[in-house]
């Protein structure tokens, strides 16, 4: 294993500036790759994805290499590789596409654990159609999904169970693959939003037994866009609304007008940065990954035990991500000083960490922030001990003041 954090970092030109960054669930800086790769294929010659032209040709390599590399990175087949431009417009779009099928007394569970963009395009769907939500909370003391309170909320008529495979506030992962069997054996679809937890765990949608997982390469390395994994049979049964001259064929059929070919380009590079985080790692792209994620897995898990230690340390600190398996991510409040005051002095200190809820609005309601929420502080792949270091003393000091 060889996880080099200065060879890691010499790959992002915007760690220049010297800022520390701790903003890295709400969005990692890009390597000089990813953005060569958008540039390389929009001064290409290209045109609508074809067979016959070059530009047709480039085209249609880009599509099919997105849907290689995400095939590889999320454990899935390339022709359940659907692209979006965000993971938010895929839940409501396949929000629209399901919920045709339901009908009142059909039932949706939603956890209070997640972000909004996976609870409420179901919850507001399932009110169109008449359907009932079941809410299920997680334990704000532990910060536990736990199995058995989503299996309580299960019914003959479940439909779909919507679940984070990660909470992007206080990093909680919860036992998905229980959950999804609990699911199934009601006969209810399974919707995991993976958009944080990708960034951090190699996904598998069939080790995870998720029916749909969704992801946002900008977590991760790569451009602003989301991606859904699906197996092709399972994309098949869904038919959206479509034009009627558009391919019927999946997963091109939830995939509406021309697409961003230089972005999709950018996210391909960035799952081929993700695969050499490791730069002794060989074989195909996904054991790259896997063995790179092993050694990312190593990196954080260090690194987190000497911000929380740190942090457990300071004056006042209440530290709300508790769970026992949980990505490097940490929400804390202090009682002397307001997260959003933290917020703004960190940055005056070229360190940005934000505060706020992170659109987990319900999460941060249960755990009594309302809608205020939290100082995050969440690690990346180029995070450095030194900018561990940096954070502590920075708040130490800021909290010395008061």
């Not at 899935?76 to 779009?93: H, K, N």
């Not at 495979?165 to 054996?185: E, F, M, Q, Y």
């Not at 001259?245 to 070919?261: C, H, I, K, Q």
């Not at 309302?370 to 800021?398: F, H, K, M, Q």
């Amino acid at each position: 294993m060889a996880y080099e954090v200065d060879r890691i970092r010499s790959q992002f030109p915007a760690l220049a500036d010297g800022v520390a960054h701790f903003e890295g669930p709400g969005g990692t800086q890009t390597p000089a790759s990813v953005g060569d790769a958008i540039a390389r294929t929009l001064s290409a010659p290209l045109s609508n994805r074809g067979v016959v032209g070059a530009s047709e040709r480039t085209a249609d390599a880009v599509v099919a290499g997105f849907r290689s590399a995400f095939a590889d990175l999320l454990g899935a087949e390339s022709r359940g590789i659907v692209f979006g431009r965000s993971a938010t417009q895929l839940v409501y779009d396949f929000a629209h596409h399901l919920a045709r099928d339901w009908a009142p007394g059909d039932e949706i569970v939603v956890t209070r654990l997640d972000h909004d963009s996976n609870i409420r395009p179901w919850v507001q769907a399932a009110e169109r159609a008449g359907a009932t939500v079941r809410w299920v909370d997680f334990d704000p003391a532990t910060g536990e999904l736990l199995t058995d309170a989503v299996a309580s909320a299960l019914g003959e008529r479940t439909r779909l169970v919507a679940i984070s495979a990660a909470s992007n506030l206080i990093g909680t992962i919860p036992d998905v693959r229980a959950i999804a069997d609990a699911a199934h054996a009601h006969g209810a679809l399974v919707w995991v939003d993976g958009v944080h937890y990708a960034a951090h765990e190699l996904p598998d949608l069939g080790e995870l037994g998720a029916d749909f997982l969704v992801c946002s390469p900008y977590k991760f390395l790569g451009p602003h866009c989301g991606v859904l994994a699906a197996a092709p049979e399972v994309l098949e049964s869904v038919h959206p609304d479509k034009l009627l001259p558009s391919t019927n064929a999946v997963p091109e059929r939830f995939e509406f007008g021309t697409l961003p070919y230089e972005i999709m380009a950018g996210a391909t590079e960035a799952v081929d940065v993700l695969a050499g985080l490791d730069d002794a790692a060989d074989g195909t792209r996904r054991e790259r990954l896997t063995a790179s994620f092993h050694a990312l897995h190593e990196h954080e898990a260090e690194l987190l035990e000497r911000l929380e230690r740190g942090i457990r340390s300071l004056p006042g600190a209440t530290v709300f991500s508790r769970a026992a398996r949980r990505t490097p991510t940490l929400l804390v409040t202090f009682e002397s000083v307001p997260a959003a005051e933290l917020y703004r002095s960190l940055v005056e200190r070229d360190i940005l960490a934000p505060s706020g809820n992170f659109y987990a609005l319900e999460a941060s309601r249960l755990l009594g922030l309302g809608d205020t929420g939290g100082l995050r502080l969440g690690l990346a792949p180029y995070t450095t001990s030194e900018e561990i270091d940096r954070v502590l003393a920075a708040l130490a000091e800021l909290l010395a003041e008061r």
